[in-house]
């Protein structure tokens, strides 16, 4: 099952310095046929204007995933991590029993993101955070595997899910194949670029939910940058 979300008919929240698309119910967003995709609970599509950003604020048992598109964002929580996660990387929060933190676009243009909030299997553990840089080149025509439940196999930051999440950049006429099962939770955006999934076209940054597939092909219909979640 392949379910097109178009662009057009996300949640929208616009708060001047924050222009936010919910691809799943959030906030003052609700929609009951969109309460998440498998163990996906959030994926929020954030313009971030310059000099601003979301002030200190908690959480609790949730996998958060940063993917940065353009611009930077820096973290700043109630452990003492602080960091500037740049276009292109990735930072992974780990809310456990709880943290606070902070969001802040320091640079002198907007900052574009994906947030992408995922449920963990374990709770009760210790929060904790993390960030790592991921050279663009290295998923060049593939997915790479940014964010995994199994990070040591993957060689990416670690969740507390059976989750991954992975990037690829392809130029138009290429294609990557993403190998999953059936049972499993996908859902993919290219925020730039049209693509065709398992033969079903999309725009950018239409949002696509898929189950029931063994193996997705992306092939891109313009140079395309894909981000997907691969959950239970």
């Known amino acids: 099952m392949i379910d097109v979300r178009p662009f057009a008919t996300l949640g929208q929240a616009n708060h001047g310095w924050l222009d936010a698309r919910h691809h799943f ?3 003052s967003y609700h929609d009951p046929a969109r ?6 609970r959030v994926w929020n599509d954030d313009t971030i204007a310059a000099q601003s950003g979301f002030p200190p604020h908690p959480h609790s048992d949730m996998e ?5 598109r353009t611009g930077a964002i820096t973290h700043q929580d109630s452990l003492g991590n602080k960091g500037r996660t740049a276009a292109g990387d990735v930072q992974v929060m780990s809310a456990g029993t709880g943290i606070t933190h902070a969001e802040f676009n320091v640079e002198d243009e907007a900052t574009t993101l994906f947030q992408i909030w995922i449920i963990p299997d374990r709770r009760g553990e210790a929060p904790g955070w993390g960030q790592r840089e ?10 790479e595997v940014l964010a995994s439940g199994t ?12 989750a991954k999440v992975a990037a ?8 990557a194949s993403w190998a999953t099962s059936a049972e499993r939770h996908q859902y993919l955006v290219a925020p730039t670029g049209r693509i065709r999934v398992n033969g079903v076209e999309a725009q ?13 092909v992306v092939e891109a219909l313009d140079d395309a940058e894909v981000v997907l979640v691969d959950a239970r």
């Open 25 to 27: 119910s959030f906030a």
């Open 35 to 40: 309460m998440g995709w498998g163990s996906i």
């Open 64 to 68: 958060i995933v940063t993917f940065v």
């Open 134 to 143: 991921f050279p663009k080149a290295n998923r060049d025509g593939g997915f």
């Open 151 to 162: 990070p040591e196999a993957d060689d990416a930051l670690s969740i507390r899910t059976d």
């Open 168 to 175: 690829a950049t392809l130029r138009a006429g290429q294609s």
């Open 204 to 216: 950018p940054r239409d949002g696509i939910a898929i189950t029931g597939e063994g193996e997705i």
